[in-house]
């Protein structure tokens, strides 16, 4: 009976320790990984999808006129902008790992 | 019946109290991690780099090719066997068309997506990422997204209130993955996108106005647990905290926020996309 206990507790205690600590750390091993892949085959991951990694990224040109005082010439260019299809870059971005594990790295 | 069967009786219910408990719990916290959705990093993926990315990209592709200029995108990071009754997706974020410096000063055209992650190292805690495609859907067990493409109109307020700093204005980091939409204890991370709807449907920053709005004019999704996972939850998930609830637990879901849009046709378009 009291081994059954154990295990049980054992069991459920595995469980909690599972679940948590996968969702803390395990995919920024991913993205590590991805990194350190694209890295070593210049830019390229499996089945020659290329990965970039993102330093910065500022919403569409034609959207900062926007917030800008003259909303007369925003209106024109959002509106010759809206319903056309965008282009969009082959390239994958990735945001690498969390800050916290890119210092702790160094 | 003698003392000694007294004690062995007593003993039994004991183990199989025990028993219960650590099932209940057991089976609890596969679907409450699951249902949080706002970390960073859900666990380990059932899928490989190649097809997270090739996925991405059709996601991306999809938005593109309908002009979105502004999007919410979702994803399910659980299996769909702990998803709760009626929910489809666990995280939801902002994805804005952008150009995008890469860190060897190449220049791309894609979606960033603003999100609030949960803290790694407190859960109860939030704070905002930009990241890209590829990134959020590192977290998903199931390749299927969800998305949102507000009407044209929408999408220009939203950019509008973005270049007004309202990622930063209406983030609150006390965290709980049942947050209640109607009041500013807690967020999550599709509250915190609905946020964001609402100060640029009515341009304010004012949360106290934000509020007010979607008390008038939302529908958050009850999340049914259950009488021994709703006694149980607040005890075992950090994260799981209802006390800006009175009654029911209602939150905010991306399929709460899809028929809010449907409702005031400011959506052009809802959808799901598959590999």
């Known amino acids: 009976m009291a081994i059954k206990m154990i ?16 969702a803390a750390d395990s995919m920024q091993h991913f993205s590590q990984a991805a990194t350190h892949s694209a890295q070593a085959t210049t830019n390229t991951v499996s089945g020659g999808v290329k990965l970039a990694s993102g330093a910065a990224a500022v919403p569409f040109k034609a959207i900062a006129v926007v917030g800008e005082a003259s909303a007369k010439i925003a209106e024109p260019l959002w509106n010759s902008a809206t319903g056309k299809k965008l282009e969009v870059s082959d390239e994958s971005v990735t945001a690498g790992p969390a800050p916290a594990l890119a210092v702790a790295a160094r | 019946m003698s003392a000694s069967g007294s004690i062995s009786g007593a003993r039994i219910a004991f183990a199989a109290l025990v028993r219960l408990v650590a099932l209940t719990v057991s089976l609890f916290l596969f679907q409450s991690s699951a249902y949080a959705g706002s970390r960073q990093q859900e666990g380990p993926s059932p899928f490989t780099a190649e097809e997270i990315a090739t996925f991405a990209k059709k996601v991306e592709k999809t938005a593109a090719a309908r002009g979105a200029y502004v999007f919410l995108l979702a994803r399910q990071g659980v299996p769909s066997k702990d998803l709760p009754e009626g929910v ?41 990422a930009m990241d890209y495609p590829i990134d959020f859907f590192s977290g998903a067990k199931v390749l299927k997204a969800g998305v949102i493409i507000p009407a044209p109109a929408l999408q220009q307020r939203i950019l509008q209130s973005l270049e007004s700093g309202i990622l930063e204005s209406v983030h609150n980091n006390n965290y709980s993955m049942v947050s209640n939409p109607f009041n500013t204890k807690y967020q999550n991370c599709t509250e915190y996108v609905l946020d964001i709807l609402f100060a640029s449907i009515y341009q304010t ?17 009850e999340i049914k647990l259950g009488p021994l996972k709703g006694l149980l939850a607040p005890l075992i998930a950090k994260e799981f905290r209802t006390s800006d609830h009175s009654g029911d637990i209602r939150t905010t879901t991306f399929g709460a926020i899809a028929d809010f849009l449907k409702s005031q046709s400011l959506a052009e378009e809802v959808l799901v996309v598959y590999p």
């Open chain 2, 88 to 128: 489809e997706f666990t995280h939801t974020g902002l994805a804005v068309y952008s150009t995008i410096t890469t860190e060897q000063g190449e220049t791309l055209k894609g979606y960033a997506i603003h999100n609030l992650y949960q803290d790694d190292d407190n859960p109860r805690r939030s704070h905002l």
């Open chain 2, 205 to 221: 920053d004012s949360i106290k106005q934000i509020k007010v709005n979607e008390h008038a004019w939302f529908q958050p999704q």
């Open chain 1, 7 to 22: 295990s049980t507790l054992t069991a459920s205690a595995c469980l909690l320790f599972a679940s948590t600590s996968f």
